[in-house]
């Protein structure tokens, strides 16, 4: 017997069940270990920074907790101050940046719709050391800054407006001597800010600053809105809630520095810089915030109130137009803005004020034509013809758009209009031969013909815009009928200076709107359009828009209070009087509007004469000069420019221009193009100076100055050890297991 | 089930061991960026004859204002400016308004203390540091006080115009956690 090896199959025990499912659980726990691995190398990619920043966060509330003088004194870090006025030091802790004003004292005269604005602010700098700031003032909406003052002990910072390259040396050369210099800066829409470098410690610092704005109206309601946050008034309390530590080496420094001071100059006890070393709490303690108001309505005024604060009002005359608004003393000012609304008395027909002021031999004098209030009962007859650009770069979107608000147009028309459209891209269609009146088979024609419009082709502006200013009217409709052209356009045209001369030749009854479509219109030239044709701009952002925007225009052009207003002074005395705006809109109800004449004598009365919906208007003016007004020449100079530039558009002489442009923002103190804002740092007397210094180097040898301590230790041996610890554990925990 | 457990132990040990020294390494990494832009910006001063400041790398909001280099224990570090935690995380920085390197006020520098600032621990009294500044003028330095103070009021008193250097970091230095009180603080004098 022999064993037959050779029948023995060896089995590759591998091969087994057993063994195949082992390999497969074993596969199994691989692909369970990196899915684990991935998802905890997630979890910590995400998790630590997030543990980070949340451990972060609790040491800056921790911080906070610890700072006591900034938030005793209402330095409160909400977002919305950061944008009110103050002062940003230059403090190494996060915390102590924000000065805001101890002290506000707001001057505001308010002519119409303007408001001349003079607003003092008086800063301390409350720390033991000399730092840096910027002064941050929220400027309202379209307003102009005429004027700044930085006083901070024997510096004087003033900020005027100069030619542009004027500027730019003055800078530089300030900067060569050492001296500082800003240049204005806008850092967000409206934000003006201005550094100040070197505010000794414990000074005060003054900032004056000058600017009109204008008085937001809407349904007869007049407002201004005042930013001026500030704090509690600095007071003994607080100062001993800081460091014990300050406040007597404060003391100190006062009994050194006083007698010293004294004997050296005669300088003057009431200056701020002294009288806050010597006091510091008293001085600070009795100033009074304080805002004074003249308001001149130019109106009778039916309700005076304001929102934010008490307030006392004293009327000035009998006609109930002009009042002296104050604060109520008990009233302290509390951290937010100041506001301010009136409402006038309705009125049945329009009213017009007027406003003046005289400067260098020079009179000038602002009319501001309200609109009546009530309801319009008559209806202003029309003949409207809309154009419509269906040219290329209207394609997709705005094409839709456009349609969109042509209906919308339509749909809003009366029975006693007359219309037409004009679809124009490289050639021009015309819906009607002349203008139609408006009734049920106009109007399904009209349908019919917006929805075959395509978007294609060139644009070719000028002959539907023509052909727009001369079409014949309707024979059914009224002579009195205003022509009204509604454009609704992405104004995507390179010929832009042809159209505004077309524009500006043509005669005067038509007005003309223009509706801005699509992302990106241009803007200028529809504005610029719509101002040539005495008429409006709108800008439809998007489809949602059409609706509220189409109807608001077709609403107000139907109720013109006021149309082809005139101005007739007397030529005899008055023979170089320059009127801004040279056309003069129409009155609409809900939009009152100013303008403004400059004369070399007084004028004393003026003849309007306009068209109202049924009959001529006019009335005779008395204007009285007794009681002058501010910031008057400063709309005329921004009336005028706005018209010298548009002159660029005419194709007058660019340096002409320049030049002209230059002398009234000058002269006017209005920023213009060619113009900025500097504000250039003044040094006082020297014998002031070196007193001063003496005085800041006297005191400085017994000041210390608190420094925010950083976190110096990173920690990541700790981290390491438990990294090390864990993995230890695992290590223990699969011996242990093996065994 | 247990095993998953222990592989996780693994891979959270490994992962903390890793995070934890890329602090360190980071640091070592940025001293070398910055200590390089610092001696290419003082060779350009000589050239331009005026002040640059380059950044160590292009997203750094901050710059190299000052070196100070420890001739005993033969240290050299360039200083950043300013004093918040992530200028801290590359290099030892100086805390405005303390950061003007023109001996009228002092000069304040804070650091970690367990990377860059780690070798304070050896700085003894009557140490000589030299400090470079941005226009490349080296002005020397004396230990003349180490004291160790709380802080757990976050704030350091500092006399503002004694022209002195003054360096702060954490205490005590061998500790392993991050959340210290003390604050080791050397000061020296112009000499």
């Given at each position: ?73 209402g330095t409160n870090h909400d977002n919305n101050l950061i944008y009110s006025p103050q002062l940003i030091f230059d403090h190494p802790n996060n915390y102590q940046h924000i000065g805001l004003p101890i002290d506000i004292n707001a001057n505001v005269e308010i002519s119409g719709l303007i408001a001349y604005t003079t607003i003092k602010q008086v800063f301390i700098n409350p720390y033991a050391a000399e730092l840096e700031g910027k002064y941050q003032f929220p400027l309202p909406e379209n307003s102009a800054v005429k004027h700044l003052v930085i006083k901070i002990g024997d ?585 | ?135 490349g003028k080296s002005q020397l330095y004396q230990v003349e006080a180490i004291d160790i103070i709380d802080a757990s009021s976050g704030q350091l008193p500092i006399v503002t115009n004694n022209s002195s250097l003054i360096l702060i970091t954490c205490y005590p230095f061998s500790s392993v956690g991050n959340n210290t009180n003390e ?9």
């Open positions: 017997m022999f064993n037959s090896y050779k029948k023995i199959q060896f089995i590759d025990y591998q091969d087994s069940y057993i063994y195949q499912q082992k390999r497969k659980k074993q596969r199994r726990k691989w692909l369970k270990l990196i899915i684990l691995v991935t998802l905890l190398v997630f979890l910590i990619t995400v998790i630590v920074p997030l543990a980070q920043s949340q451990h972060i966060n609790i040491q800056a509330a921790n911080l906070s907790l610890t700072e006591t003088i900034p938030s005793q004194n510096k004087e910072i003033v900020g005027q407006i100069m030619e542009k390259k004027i500027a730019k040396e003055r800078y530089q050369h300030a900067k060569q001597q050492g001296k500082k210099a800003s240049l204005v800066q806008q850092q967000r829409a409206n934000l003006f800010t201005n550094h100040i470098a070197n505010i000794p410690a414990h000074s005060t610092v003054v900032v004056t600053l000058t600017f009109i704005m204008p008085v937001a109206y809407s349904d007869g309601e007049l407002a201004i809105n005042l930013p001026l946050a500030m704090t509690t008034r600095y007071s003994p309390h607080q100062f001993q809630q800081s460091p014990a530590e300050i406040t007597e080496i404060d003391n100190q420094v006062v009994e050194l520095d006083v007698p010293d001071f004294n004997e050296s100059t005669q300088y003057s006890l009431s200056h701020p810089f002294l009288t806050l070393n010597a006091s510091p709490s008293n001085t600070l303690a009795k100033s009074q915030a304080s805002i004074d108001i003249k308001l001149d309505a130019g109106a009778e005024i039916s309700t005076i109130h304001s929102a934010s604060h008490k307030i006392n009002t004293k009327p000035l005359n009998n006609q109930l137009s002009q009042y002296l608004i104050t604060l109520s003393k008990a009233q302290t000012l509390a951290n937010k803005n100041f506001n301010l609304t009136w409402q006038l008395k309705p009125m049945q027909a329009p009213q017009i004020s007027s406003y003046t002021e005289k400067v260098d031999d020079e009179h000038y004098t602002l009319l501001t034509f309200f609109p009546p209030q009530t309801k319009a009962t008559e209806i202003f007859a029309r003949d409207v013809i809309f154009i419509i650009d269906t040219s290329g770069s209207m394609q997709g979107a705005s094409i839709a758009q456009a349609k969109h608000s042509l209906q919308q147009g339509i749909a809003l028309l009366n029975n006693n209009d007359s219309f037409n459209i004009i679809a124009f891209n490289h050639t021009v269609d015309l819906l009607f031969t002349k203008t139609q009146m408006v009734n049920e088979t106009t109007i399904s024609q009209a349908h019919q013909f917006i929805d075959n419009l395509n978007a294609d082709g060139g644009t070719e502006m000028y002959r539907p815009l023509s052909q727009a200013l001369v079409m014949a009217k309707n024979t059914a409709q009224s002579t009195r009928a205003i022509r009204q052209v509604v454009f609704i356009t992405d104004g995507a045209v390179a010929n832009e200076f042809e159209l505004m001369k077309l524009l500006a030749g043509a005669h005067n009854n038509f007005r003309l709107f223009t509706v801005g479509i699509g992302a990106a219109p241009n803007g200028y030239f529809m504005k610029k359009a719509a101002q040539f044709g005495r008429g409006s701009f709108v800008y439809i952002q998007n489809i949602n828009q059409v609706r509220n925007k189409i109807s608001a225009l077709m609403t107000k052009i139907s109720q013109p209070a006021l149309s082809n207003i005139e101005l007739k002074v007397d030529n005899n005395i008055h023979q170089n009087i320059e009127i801004y705006p040279k056309k003069i809109a129409d009155l609409y109800l809900g939009e009152p509007m100013q303008v403004a004449i400059k004369s070399k004598h007084p004028i004393t009365s003026i003849e309007l004469t306009g068209d109202t919906a049924k009959k001529s208007w006019q009335k005779l003016l008395f204007i009285d000069d007794t009681y002058p007004s501010q910031g008057i020449s400063s709309i005329w100079a921004r009336n005028k420019i706005e018209d010298l530039l548009d002159g660029l558009v005419m194709g007058v002489d660019k340096g002409e221009v320049k030049g002209h442009v230059i002398s009234v923002s000058l002269a006017h103190q209005i920023i213009s193009p060619y113009t900025s804002f500097i504000a250039v740092e003044k040094a006082a007397e020297k014998a002031h100076e070196s007193t001063l210094k003496k005085m800041n180097t006297a005191k400085n040898s017994h000041n210390s100055f608190m420094v925010a301590v950083p976190k110096t230790a990173l920690g990541w041996q700790q981290q390491f050890l438990i990294g090390l610890i864990l993995v230890s554990l695992g290590l223990l925990i699969l011996r242990v297991k093996s065994k | 089930m247990k095993l998953i457990f222990i592989y996780i132990l693994f891979v959270i040990g490994g992962l903390l061991c890793i995070h934890a020294s890329w602090l360190p390494a980071k640091a070592w990494l940025s001293q070398q960026l910055i200590s390089y832009s610092w001696h290419q910006s003082i060779d350009q001063q000589k050239l331009y004859r005026k002040k640059v400041a380059i950044k160590p790398w292009p997203w750094a909001d901050t710059f190299p204002i000052a070196e100070l280099s420890f001739k005993r224990i033969e240290k050299d570090i360039v200083v950043l400016n300013g004093g918040d935690p992530t200028t801290l995380a590359f290099s030892a920085g100086a805390i405005a308004p303390f950061n003007l390197a023109n001996h009228t006020s002092a000069f304040v520098v804070a650091g970690h203390n367990d990377s860059h600032f780690s070798f304070l621990e050896d700085v003894i009294m009557k140490d000589v540091i030299s400090m470079t500044d941005q226009y604050r080791y603080v050397i000061t020296a004098k112009l000499i």
